[in-house]
Structure formats: structure tokens, C-alpha cells
Antibody, heavy 119, light 108 residues
Framework: QVTLRESGPALVKPTQTLTLTCTFSGFSLSTSGMCVSWIRQPPGKALEWLALIDWDDDKYYSTSLKTRLTISKDTSKNQVVLTMTNMDPVDTATYYC???????????WGQGTLVTVSS | SYELTQPPSVSVSPGQTARITCSGDALPKQYAYWYQQKPGQAPVLVIYKDSERPSGIPERFSGSSSGTTVTLTISGVQAEDEADYYCQSADSSGTYRVFGTGTKVTVL
């Protein structure tokens, strides 16, 4: 059974750096074709793709946020970490991680973690 | 940046057919995916590679593609299908993923 779980702070202050961890089980990110991605969703708004890392350690970022994002993986710990710098109240959202296998789509997703940016 | 456009809302009576469209310039070149999201829950994949259905997804969910538009069809809509639906694809290079604007399906 494949599961993913996001963890990180529920509250960050403006200008701070957010660090989120996706801990997964049921697959290995060293297997060819495996990827993990981060997606966010502001309250009442649409999903927004943020970043993706693949089995070969290639990394891809949203063009609008790439200067603020860093994605990395620790294969031995089955974890993917996303950092986002210079947080702003508009970054308040539920942040999800999800697995992608080849061209199979984001499946499954973690339960999501709500991050609020406020002073 | 690349965008996928969906209608904001679709209303349908139980037992009828709901069709949700998603338009984007790169859709002839890139696969489309569809996700169902119920309030307070994470999205769930219901269609992948334009028209494939994951195991466990009811047969009433189907997908199709024509040019720059892809369509999610829910046949014989049930009350439990009331949710937000998002299409997802990639830009023409296949590098950057993108989600559609989302469609709220209301079962009357």
C-alpha cells in the first residue's frame, strides 16, 4: 500500500522560510519512473503545481515560484523535502505531496497540511 | 504561463450525464488527467492518460480527447459524485505540470 504524509509547521511568519517534509511508504524513489511532487491549494481556490523530483534526482519547478522553491530527496529515509523562501500571507494554503509513476498521474496524494502565513 | 480552462460549475440531476470540459493549447501533445476532490479531502485520480480509469473508479467515469479540449463524462450521476473536479496536464515540453481552474459539480 502506497501512502504519503506531509509534515511541517502550521504557522509561519512573513519573510520566513517554510520547510515541508513528505514521508512516504510502499515505493522507492530510486526506482526508475518514480517521482514525487508538491501541490498546494489556497482556501477555496484551485490546485497549483509547485515542484517535482524524479528517481534520477532531476528537479522541476513552477515557473512563477522557481526562485523561491527547492526540492530534495533522501532516498534512505523515504522523504522528499520542499523549502519555500520569503513566505507571504498569499502563500497560505494546504500543501500536498503526491506520487507519479511514469505517465500515471498524481496518485495517491497525502492528506495535506495547512500552512498559515501570519505575523 | 500555460493555462487549462474549465467551466466554473456544472449542475446535473441524478441519473443524468455530466460533461466537464478542459481546454488548453498543448492538450493535443500531452496527456490529460482528472481528479475528484470532495470537501476537506485530498484529490483522487479518476482518469489518467486522457481516458484510462484507475482500478476502483466506477465505470460511469470516462474521459475523451479531441484537439485542444478534453472531456470528463460522468454517466448516471449519483449524489456521491458531487465534488470539485480538476483536469491536469503539462506544457508542450512536458516539463511543467499544470492544473485546470476547477469545476464544481452540483447534483440537483
Amino acid at each position: 500500500q502506497v501512502t504519503l504524509r506531509e509534515s511541517g509547521p502550521a504557522l509561519v511568519k512573513p519573510t520566513q522560510t517554510l520547510t515541508l517534509t513528505c514521508t512516504f511508504s510502499g515505493f522507492s524513489l530510486s526506482t526508475s519512473g518514480m517521482c514525487v511532487s508538491w501541490i498546494r491549494q489556497p482556501p477555496g481556490k484551485a490546485l497549483e503545481w509547485l515542484a517535482l523530483i524524479d528517481w534520477d534526482d532531476d528537479k522541476y519547478y513552477s515557473t512563477s515560484l522557481k526562485t523561491r522553491l527547492t526540492i530534495s530527496k533522501d532516498t534512505s529515509k523515504n522523504q522528499v523535502v520542499l523549502t519555500m523562501t520569503n513566505m507571504d500571507p498569499v502563500d497560505t494554503a494546504t500543501y500536498y505531496c503526491a506520487r507519479i509513476v511514469h505517465s500515471s498521474g498524481f496518485d495517491p496524494w497525502g492528506q495535506g497540511t495547512l500552512v498559515t502565513v501570519s505575523s | 504561463s500555460y493555462e487549462l480552462t474549465q467551466p466554473p460549475s456544472v449542475s446535473v440531476s441524478p441519473g443524468q450525464t455530466a460533461r466537464i470540459t478542459c481546454s488548453g493549447d498543448a492538450l493535443p501533445k500531452q496527456y490529460a488527467y482528472w481528479y475528484q476532490q470532495k470537501p476537506g479531502q485530498a484529490p483522487v485520480l479518476v482518469i489518467y492518460k486522457d481516458s484510462e480509469r484507475p482500478s476502483g473508479i466506477p465505470e460511469r467515469f470516462s474521459g475523451s480527447s479531441s484537439g485542444t479540449t478534453v472531456t470528463l463524462t460522468i454517466s448516471g450521476v449519483q449524489a456521491e459524485d458531487e465534488a470539485d473536479y480538476y483536469c491536469q496536464s503539462a506544457d508542450s515540453s512536458g516539463t511543467y505540470r499544470v492544473f485546470g481552474t476547477g469545476t464544481k459539480v452540483t447534483v440537483l
